[in-house]
């Protein structure tokens, strides 16, 4: 049968857009709809905006260390309109940015939202297209529990774009986006009080990481309240926001931020039309090609229930696209994908946490830095730093790195390529360190330690 494409990508974020190129470049006939944005989630409401909003909040600590270093002026006033202004057109011109890159590669480009109508076809505001193959990149959504009120909470996406910036800020959420927006709002100089259900930040991050990082976040300023949860939002006649909590507790606020988590976002995409198998999770089922239980449709990135992190999507996409289109291994190696939260110190994170590294290992070796680091010393913040390598014992092989402090992602970067090529311990403490840097403290801690 002759059909309109090989290849229809429904949703071009970071997976769909990798992998509609890449598959065109093999020759392949593509074409990809989507019905909001070019670039998917990262570009539009997640890694981009966050990181520039991060930059932005970090610069309330830089004035005020800077006295310590002889600069005397005061800190000036900061001004919401322009940060979310600049923010919008920088995301414009990525819009674009990614357009032409699927134009350059022979991409075609339909707007709105993709209908699956049967394994070979697709719907797009009423006009059909048949192709061999379908490709379901649609990412996730935001998730806000069904509580009264819930109407005047703002989700991630959200956020960003707030008409009035909140004197005074509730985060609802202990994960890395509800960590990083209350970073991001309280650097900016609002009031943030972060709530949390359980009792603890960071569930399956490295748990001595994640405490240190909860004791550096609340030093710094950011109220947390751990083992409650908001079950009712009331507006009152001012435009305030009067939170009712399940420990009996209250709070008045201007902007209730959910970060609750995230949910396939696989509303309307006509799946009861096919054999595609959903998990309990409510994610796409897959196999090791990212095929699912329909032959012709394929799914990854976010939808699937994965790591969900750009880059590991567009290794998906690039890995797809090779297997379908230019006879290629679809390989994808999921072990010792290095991250950072930009929470306020940055966690950055690689391979096993030390739960996972002992319950694997039974001789594990923990060698732990805890310092101030030498900025703070002029600057006078009692910010620390925490830095821990993870080995096993028994060969020497390094397992895990993990650091909470000022540029932990961009240290992590270097120290995943060389757990990524099997580094031992003995190969860290050969390398000769970087001085005076935080970084070097991964090459220099020599003794393990107990705890």
Not at 37 to 43: A, P, W
Not at 175 to 203: D, K, M, P
Not at 424 to 450: N, Q, Y
Request: hydrophobic share 40%; with cysteine; aromatic share 8%.
């Amino acid at each position: 049968m002759q059909y309109d494409y090989d290849l229809f990508v429904i949703g071009a974020g970071s997976g769909g857009v990798r992998a509609s190129r890449m598959a065109a470049s093999y020759g392949a006939k593509v074409a990809v709809c989507e019905d909001r944005y070019l670039g998917g989630t990262c570009v539009n409401v997640g890694c981009v905006p966050k990181k520039l909003y991060v930059y932005a909040s970090e610069y309330s600590a830089h004035f005020t260390d800077a006295k310590g270093f002889g600069w005397q002026n005061g800190k000036p006033a900061f001004d919401w309109s322009t940060l979310r202004d600049n923010k919008t057109q920088e995301i414009s011109r990525l819009n674009g940015v990614y357009e032409g890159i699927l134009d350059r590669a022979g991409v075609e480009i339909i707007d709105g939202r993709g209908k699956i109508l049967e394994a070979h076809t697709v719907e797009v505001d009423g006009k059909k297209f048949t192709t061999e193959r379908i490709l379901i990149a649609t990412g996730g959504w935001p998730y806000v529990p069904e509580i009264p009120g819930k109407e005047h909470a703002v989700d991630s996406n959200g956020i960003f774009d707030l008409a009035e910036f909140p004197n005074r800020l509730a985060v609802v959420g202990g994960g890395y986006i509800a960590v990083e927006f209350a970073g991001i709002f309280h650097g900016l100089g609002s009031q943030v009080t972060q709530i949390v259900r359980g009792g603890g930040l960071l569930n399956g991050f490295d748990k001595e990481i994640a405490e240190f990082a909860a004791e550096q976040i609340q030093q710094n300023g950011v109220h947390i309240r751990f083992n409650t949860e908001v079950t009712a939002i009331e507006k009152q006649s001012d435009g305030s926001l009067y939170l009712t909590m399940s420990d009996g507790q209250h709070l008045t606020v201007d902007a209730v931020l959910f970060a609750t988590g995230r949910k396939p976002h696989l509303e309307g995409l006509g799946l009861e039309n096919v054999k595609v198998n959903i998990a309990k999770s409510g994610h796409i089922e897959v196999n090791e090609t990212f095929q699912t239980s329909e032959p012709s449709i394929y799914a990854l990135g976010d939808v699937t229930g994965g790591m969900e992190l750009t880059p590991v999507a567009l290794a998906e996409g690039m890995a797809l696209a090779g297997y379908l289109f230019d006879e290629q291994p679809c390989k994808m190696d999921y072990s010792n994908i290095a991250t950072t939260v930009f929470c306020q110190p940055n966690i950055g994170t690689v391979g096993m946490t030390e739960e996972q590294a002992r319950k694997e290992y039974s001789n594990v070796l923990k060698f732990r830095s805890n310092f101030r680091a030498m900025k703070n010393t002029l600057g006078g913040s009692q910010e620390r730093t925490l830095m821990k390598i993870l080995v096993n014992g028994d060969n020497d092989k390094v397992l895990g790195a993990h650091m909470v402090g000022e540029s932990a992602g961009e240290i992590m970067q270097g120290i995943a390529i060389a757990i990524k090529c099997g580094a031992t311990k003995a190969d860290f403490d050969a390398t000769i360190g970087i001085h005076p840097t935080a970084a070097e403290e991964f090459v220099t801690m020599r003794t393990p330690v107990s705890d």
